[in-house]
């Protein structure tokens, strides 16, 4: 939703190609309207209506697939009906992303066909687009900020893991820098990076030159998250000195505040405060 023109972009240039720039985007119902209250709901992760200068309109359904043995080729086909019908005037192209990271032994069905000799009674396709297929090392220059922030989705050696997200982290700042904040948590979920192995890149970000800009935000970033990670810790202190073992509900209630002011607020309460459960009711 953030990036609907850079998605389309890559994963479907023939769109622009064909039909010239986006005049108009809209995000309509991930669900199809139902014949009966009581069918079983079909729902699309990302279905996308384009307005292009030259007239043409495009739902794309976009579906992303972690785990290929839930995908079924069945299903897209209703929900790509189903949206046909919904939008007559619209040409509907359905797109499916698949996003493990590993090979397949077993490819998916990729398209449905029934016909008798030249007669066709039913064709049905999709865009098919699998991350692992890609290099991250031949994005790391990309000008698209999807690309960037899916880079820890494609494929690289373990040894590149490092270098893979650098360039996810500069990748997201340089194109998307007010969505910056926001992104390097997908980005980190993807690589399934550790705080340890964050704060190595960070310092490694720090001192290369070509990242300037960037690397003063990480300085600057730095000592903010330092300043949060002694506030918390203080906290945490006082409340195992008086209580013993804080419970991780703390913890986690704890670690989703980022704010410096409410940290001081909470260390002198936690200091006042006479159970952990109203010190809970604090935060």
Same mark, same amino acid.
């Given at each position: 939703m953030?990036?609907?023109?850079?998605?389309?972009?890559?994963? *479907?240039?023939?769109a622009?190609?064909n039909?010239?720039t986006v005049k108009?985007?809209? *995000?309509v119902?991930q669900?199809?309207?139902?014949?009966?209250?009581f069918?079983?709901?079909?729902e699309?992760?990302m279905?996308?209506?384009f307005?292009f200068?030259?007239?043409?309109?495009?739902?794309?359904?976009?579906?992303f697939?972690e785990?290929?043995?839930?995908?079924?080729?069945?299903?897209?086909s209703?929900y790509?009906?189903?949206?046909?019908?919904?939008?007559?005037?619209?040409l509907?192209?359905?797109?499916?992303?698949?996003?493990?990271?590993?090979?397949w032994?077993?490819?998916?069905?990729r398209e449905?066909?029934?016909?008798?000799n030249?007669?066709?009674?039913?064709?049905?396709?999709?865009?098919?687009?699998?991350?692992?297929?890609?290099?991250?090392?031949?994005?790391?220059?990309?000008?698209?900020?999807?690309?960037?922030?899916?880079?820890?989705?494609?494929?690289?050696?373990?040894?590149?893991?490092s270098?893979?997200?650098?360039?996810a982290?500069?990748?997201a700042?340089?194109?998307?820098p007010?969505?910056?904040?926001?992104?390097?948590? *997908?980005?980190?979920?993807?690589?399934?990076?550790?705080?340890?192995e964050?704060?190595?890149?960070f310092?490694?970000?720090?001192?290369?030159?070509e990242?300037?800009?960037?690397?003063?935000?990480?300085?600057?970033?730095?000592?903010?998250?330092?300043?949060l990670?002694n506030?918390?810790?203080?906290?945490l202190?006082?409340?195992?000195?008086?209580?013993?073992?804080?419970?991780?509900?703390?913890?986690s209630?704890?670690?989703a505040i980022?704010?410096?002011q409410i940290f001081?607020?909470l260390?002198k309460?936690?200091?006042?405060?006479?159970?952990?459960d109203?010190?809970m009711?604090?935060?």
């Amino acid at each position: 939703m953030d990036f609907p023109n850079q998605a389309l972009e890559w994963i *479907f240039p023939e769109a622009i190609k064909n039909w010239g720039t986006v005049k108009d985007i809209e *995000f309509v119902r991930q669900e199809p309207k139902k014949d009966k209250l009581f069918d079983s709901a079909l729902e699309l992760d990302m279905p996308i209506l384009f307005s292009f200068e030259k007239k043409q309109l495009l739902l794309w359904l976009v579906e992303f697939q972690e785990d290929k043995s839930k995908f079924s080729i069945y299903k897209l086909s209703r929900y790509t009906i189903d949206y046909m019908e919904a939008y007559p005037d619209a040409l509907v192209i359905p797109t499916v992303l698949f996003t493990d990271q590993k090979k397949w032994r077993k490819d998916v069905a990729r398209e449905l066909e029934t016909k008798i000799n030249n007669r066709v009674f039913l064709h049905f396709e999709y865009i098919f687009f699998k991350l692992f297929d890609f290099n991250a090392c031949d994005y790391y220059n990309t000008n698209n900020p999807v690309v960037s922030i899916l880079l820890p989705k494609m494929s690289y050696k373990p040894e590149e893991k490092s270098e893979v997200i650098k360039h996810a982290y500069y990748g997201a700042y340089k194109l998307a820098p007010l969505l910056f904040e926001k992104y390097i948590y *997908f980005i980190d979920i993807y690589a399934e990076v550790s705080e340890a192995e964050r704060e190595r890149i960070f310092k490694e970000l720090e001192e290369q030159e070509e990242m300037e800009s960037f690397s003063q935000y990480i300085k600057d970033k730095g000592m903010k998250e330092g300043a949060l990670l002694n506030a918390r810790e203080n906290i945490l202190a006082v409340l195992e000195a008086r209580f013993g073992e804080a419970p991780e509900s703390i913890k986690s209630k704890l670690w989703a505040i980022n704010d410096p002011q409410i940290f001081k607020s909470l260390v002198k309460k936690a200091a006042l405060t006479k159970s952990v459960d109203e010190f809970m009711r604090e935060c």
